[in-house]
Every structure is written in structure tokens, then in C-alpha cells.
């Protein structure tokens, strides 16, 4: 069981917007920003959002991220059939000494 | 180009030990943080241990604090695992991973390995 909680799976169809979202703490999303990551099967994962809501030059505007107190959500507009992959967030948590965290992922299919 | 390679994983009996090393190029290797994260087959992600650029601060997960060592070489560039007293559940693919800044916290991966799979028989 993570301590970021996500839904184990979401789906939309192309063109439309879907939300995928990651449930922490005060110790972790509460208190530190949070990143997304996208992992295509048989792949490494790739980073989509830092610091919250910031992208890597080269990742689409299509994908957004915000937080919310201990939330965190990863918008995903205009859905291509290429996001078809799985969806960690994660983040840094200052309990029992500090240790990075992340969450049980997100299977997105691309109906 | 950034690039990360793993090597030394494989095959290995449950309470014996094995060393991961990750070949860092195309970036100044000391002046960033560093990781492993590891991932069983078909599961998700885990955050396994970060060092900092200079070492000064590195942390362990729970599940392995006490039987992994993580280290690096600024100078040959390099990242290490070394890995004691191999659980089954410790099986997993294991990626060496970058981080944006000099520090481990807030975690920002942005450059990640192919990876390297451990398997810990009984």
C-alpha cells in the first residue's frame, strides 16, 4: 500500500480531458512539490511535471499538474492514443528521517 | 546526450550480496544528486535510495535501510548499490536515475536508465 494514493486505472477517448489524481499527507504532498512521471510499457519512465506544475523543455502543454493541500492532480488534455502508459506521481516525505515516495501508479487507456 | 547504464544485476540466492554500478555521461555527474529506484516485475514504482552531490546527505527506504549502501565516484563518474543480505522480494529491475538539482529533496528524476534486473532466489 503507497502512501500516495492513486486510482489504479483512468480512460477517455482522443481529444478529450482526463485527471489523474494523487492523495498524500502533511508530510509529503502537504509540505514538499510533487512530480509526474509517464512509463510506456517495457520502457523507463519519463519525467513530466516538477516542481508541481512545471514541465521539462520537450514535454507537450497538454499535460498539466497542480496541487491542492495533500493533493495532487495530472491533467491530460486533448488525450492522444500515444498517452496510452502508466502514471506515477511522487514526492518527497519528511517523515522517519526523509525518504522519497511514489505512487502505486495509474494505468491510462486510450479508448 | 545524458546517459545512464546499469550493470551487475542478475542472478543471485536469497542473503548474498551483489554491486550495481551506473556509468553516468553527458552531464557534469558531480554536481547533481543521484538515485536507485527499482521495480518489480509488473508492479510500480519504489524509491530505493538518494545521495546528494557531495554525498553529504543520503537516505534509504525502510525496506532496505540496513542492507543496501548507495555511494558514487564524482571523479570516474560513477553510481554504486551495493546490496547485502538479498531478500526474494528484493527481485526487481533496478534504474539509476538523476535528479534536476544537487539535492535529494524535493525528488525530481529527470534522467532515468534502461535498468538492470536483480533476481534473489530461495
Request: charged residues 15%; proline residues 4%; glycine residues 12%.
Amino acid at each position: 500500500q503507497s502512501v500516495l494514493t492513486q486510482p489504479p486505472s483512468a480512460s477517455g477517448t482522443p481529444g478529450q480531458r482526463v485527471t489523474i489524481s494523487c492523495s498524500g499527507g502533511t508530510s509529503n504532498i502537504g509540505h514538499n512539490t510533487v512530480s509526474w512521471y509517464q512509463q510506456v510499457p517495457g520502457t523507463a519512465p519519463k519525467l513530466l511535471i516538477y516542481n508541481s506544475n512545471q514541465r521539462p523543455s520537450g514535454v507537450p502543454d497538454r499535460f498539466s499538474g497542480s496541487t491542492s493541500g495533500t493533493s495532487a492532480s495530472l491533467v491530460i488534455s486533448g488525450l492522444q492514443s500515444e498517452d496510452e502508459a502508466d502514471y506515477y506521481c511522487a514526492a518527497w516525505d519528511d517523515s522517519l528521517n526523509g525518504r522519497g515516495l511514489f505512487g502505486g501508479g495509474t494505468k491510462l487507456t486510450v479508448l | 546526450e545524458v546517459q545512464l547504464v546499469e550493470s551487475g544485476g542478475g542472478l543471485v540466492q536469497a542473503g548474498r550480496s551483489l554491486r550495481l554500478s551506473c556509468a553516468a555521461s553527458g552531464f557534469n555527474f558531480g554536481d547533481y544528486a543521484m538515485y536507485w529506484v527499482r521495480q518489480r516485475p509488473g508492479k510500480g514504482l519504489e524509491w530505493v535510495s538518494g545521495i546528494t552531490w557531495n554525498t553529504g546527505i543520503i537516505r534509504y527506504a525502510d525496506s532496505v535501510k540496513g542492507r543496501f549502501t548507495i555511494s558514487r565516484d564524482n571523479v570516474k563518474s560513477f553510481l554504486y548499490l551495493q546490496m547485502d543480505s538479498l531478500r526474494t522480494e528484493d527481485t526487481a529491475f533496478y534504474y539509476c536515475v538523476k535528479d534536476r538539482t544537487s539535492m535529494i529533496m524535493p525528488t525530481t528524476l529527470d534522467y532515468w536508465g534502461q535498468g538492470t534486473l536483480v533476481t534473489v532466489s530461495s
